[in-house]
């Protein structure tokens, strides 16, 4: 491959994380201007903020919008590093199977969470998406895979108060 193509490439893939980044930061745009305000009602008895039913995607848009913009400004302002875009300019061999994959694991977030409990589904579907995004030791799979969920859900069912289906487990809490 010549200097000019692998400059191209480069510039191509920069173009692309930039045109990503753009995307991510309209897509939280409108979330925390139209989708937020009216799909999440906000009880006029609530009075602080961070009881509201709003807090927590008004969180979660906010933090994905000041990621993707710094995202962003790495793009357009990092120095490139030769060879560094030369690995991710085509699209991964196996593909349809992990998109597939990723189709199944979402379907079972959505279908099982009634039968396994939310904890236990969420285990397995963390462990799954970390070991198709490509990680093989088993220490952090099982590690993070099983500490991640089990604080969510801590989190949410503790100190949010927020309901959650508990499946298998339901007569031991």
């Given at each position: 491959?010549?200097?000019?193509?692998?400059?191209?490439?480069?510039?191509?893939?920069?173009?692309?994380?930039?045109?990503?980044?753009?995307?991510?930061?309209?897509?939280?745009?409108?979330?925390?201007?139209?989708?937020?305000?009216?799909?999440?009602?906000?009880?006029?008895?609530?009075?602080?903020?961070?009881?509201?039913?709003?807090f927590l995607p008004y969180v979660l848009t906010i933090s994905v919008g000041i990621f993707a913009l710094i995202h962003l400004l790495e793009a357009i302002f990092a120095a490139h590093i030769p060879g560094e875009d030369d690995a991710s300019?085509?699209?991964?061999?196996?593909?349809?199977?992990?998109?597939?994959?990723?189709?199944?694991?979402?379907?079972?977030?959505?279908?099982?969470?009634?039968?396994?409990?939310?904890?236990?589904?969420?285990?397995?579907?963390?462990?799954?998406?970390?070991?198709?995004?490509?990680?093989?030791?088993?220490?952090?799979?099982?590690?993070?895979?099983?500490?991640?969920?089990?604080?969510?859900?801590?989190?949410?069912?503790?100190?949010?108060?927020?309901?959650?289906?508990?499946?298998?487990?339901?007569?031991?809490?």
């Amino acid at each position: 491959m010549s200097e000019t193509d692998t400059d191209t490439d480069a510039r191509r893939g920069r173009r692309r994380e930039i045109i990503f980044a753009v995307l991510t930061i309209l897509a939280a745009l409108v979330f925390a201007f139209v989708v937020i305000p009216n799909g999440v009602t906000r009880p006029a008895s609530v009075k602080h903020l961070p009881l509201s039913p709003v807090f927590l995607p008004y969180v979660l848009t906010i933090s994905v919008g000041i990621f993707a913009l710094i995202h962003l400004l790495e793009a357009i302002f990092a120095a490139h590093i030769p060879g560094e875009d030369d690995a991710s300019l085509g699209t991964h061999p196996r593909w349809k199977s992990r998109l597939l994959l990723l189709v199944g694991l979402l379907a079972l977030y959505l279908l099982m969470p009634e039968r396994l409990g939310m904890p236990l589904t969420a285990i397995i579907v963390t462990i799954a998406l970390m070991a198709i995004g490509g990680e093989r030791r088993p220490l952090i799979l099982l590690g993070v895979g099983i500490a991640v969920p089990v604080l969510v859900y801590l989190f949410f069912a503790h100190i949010a108060q927020v309901p959650l289906p508990m499946g298998l487990f339901e007569d031991w809490m």
